[in-house]
Nanobody
């Protein structure tokens, strides 16, 4: 079992930045690929970014490429999502997720989820 707790969400103006954190506990963090997903009201959950076990491989949705950066600190059991140049369309609840071994970009492939953190970008 892996427990995930997100933090760092909030209200920010368009063009601003936020850094989300996701702290993991329960199992060996370095054995899990990590992903960030988001869900806006009335929409399906969508992929944002993912990172491999060592952090050497990352994937991004086209909508956030060049603005968001995913990283991880295996010593701290934490994955981060640095979000820059935020837009109103980035408004959503952001979730981190974990899966064993190979990194994936589809929500169905992830086994463990956090409770989510709200990000609101005002125009």
């Amino acid at each position: 079992q892996v427990r995930l707790v997100e933090s760092g969400g909030g209200l920010v103006q368009a063009g601003g930045s936020l850094r989300l954190s996701c702290a993991a506990s329960g199992r060996t963090f370095s054995g899990y690929a990590m992903g960030w997903f988001r869900q806006a009201p009335g929409k399906e959950r969508e992929f944002v970014a993912a990172i491999s076990l060592s952090g050497g491989t990352t994937y991004y949705a086209d909508s956030v490429k060049g603005r968001f950066t995913i990283s991880r600190d295996n010593a701290r059991n934490t994955v981060y999502l640095q979000m820059n140049s935020l837009k109103p369309e980035d408004t959503a609840v952001y979730y981190c997720a974990a899966r064993r071994n190979i990194v994936k970009v589809t929500a169905l492939n992830y086994d463990y989820w956090g409770q989510g953190t709200q990000v609101t970008v005002s125009s």
